[in-house]
């Protein structure tokens, strides 16, 4: 018989499951990565400069929702916390899946989605292929993506669940202490989460290198 599920495995599970939904088919008025995406090809901008602009406009987005949920101070931060905490996951999962498309991933793929929720977590995918034990040159293409054995995505997937949980959740303790006074809370929510963004882009374009030929 298999020993029960803990809290702590339901909640990563839950968590790897909403990046997968958001940058599939997004969540509320969010609309998924690929229409995200297309609507910034569609203006004419190149690749790159799609890219950039999505990167810009999520991060306005982080500052915009750490400001926002961090205004209650003390006596609301049991809630804003949690809105927090959803919010920056919904932002920047569909910022590295917009990206990923761009690039010429497809994200429905599994083994694409792995990588996705990788750099959600702010995972750099060499240093996890490393860890993995696999032996990767100087650069990551996306040919070597490719040719990713099952087993180091497996490998993976166990690691990154938990860093993406502390991530979004039990190790913001210096912004949870931070919210607790009114209006700076909101402004060191705001700084950390679009910092917080900003890497997550940066992250998404090494570990999405574009197709070459």
């Known amino acids: 018989m298999d020993a029960p599920e803990t809290h702590e495995n339901a909640m990563v599970r839950f968590v790897q499951d909403v990046v997968v939904?958001?940058?599939r088919d997004g969540v509320g008025p969010i609309i998924g990565s690929v229409p995200y995406a297309e609507a910034r090809?569609?203006?004419?901008?190149?690749?790159?400069?799609?890219?950039?602009?999505?990167i810009t406009e999520s991060v306005m987005a982080s500052s915009t929702n750490g400001f926002v949920t961090g205004l209650g101070g003390l006596v609301t931060m049991p809630i804003t916390l949690t809105a927090n905490v959803?919010?920056?996951l919904v932002i920047n999962a569909r910022l590295v899946g917009a990206i990923a498309h761009i690039r010429g991933?497809?994200?429905?793929?599994?083994?694409?989605?792995s990588i996705i929720t990788?750099?959600?977590?702010?995972?750099?995918?060499?240093?996890?292929l490393h860890g993995a034990g696999v032996q990767v040159g100087s650069k990551l293409t996306a040919q070597v993506i490719k040719a990713i054995p099952a087993t180091a995505i497996r490998h993976i997937n166990k690691r990154v669940g938990f860093t993406l949980l502390a991530k979004?959740?039990?190790?913001?303790?210096?912004?949870?202490?931070?919210?607790?006074?009114?209006?700076?809370?909101?402004?060191?929510?705001?700084g950390v989460d679009a910092a917080f963004t900003t890497v997550i882009g940066r992250t998404?374009?090494?570990n999405f290198p574009a197709h070459v030929g």
């Open 168 to 190: 979004y959740g039990t190790q913001r303790s210096v912004i949870t202490l931070a919210k607790a006074v009114p209006i700076a809370g909101g402004l060191v929510g705001a």
């Open 105 to 113: 991933y497809d994200i429905a793929d599994p083994h694409v989605q």
């Open 118 to 128: 990788l750099t959600t977590a702010g995972g750099t995918l060499m240093s996890s």
């Open 41 to 54: 090809l569609s203006k004419g901008a190149t690749e790159e400069q799609a890219i950039d602009r999505l």
């Open 21 to 23: 939904k958001v940058t």
């Open 204 to 206: 998404a374009k090494a």
């Open 86 to 88: 959803a919010g920056a």
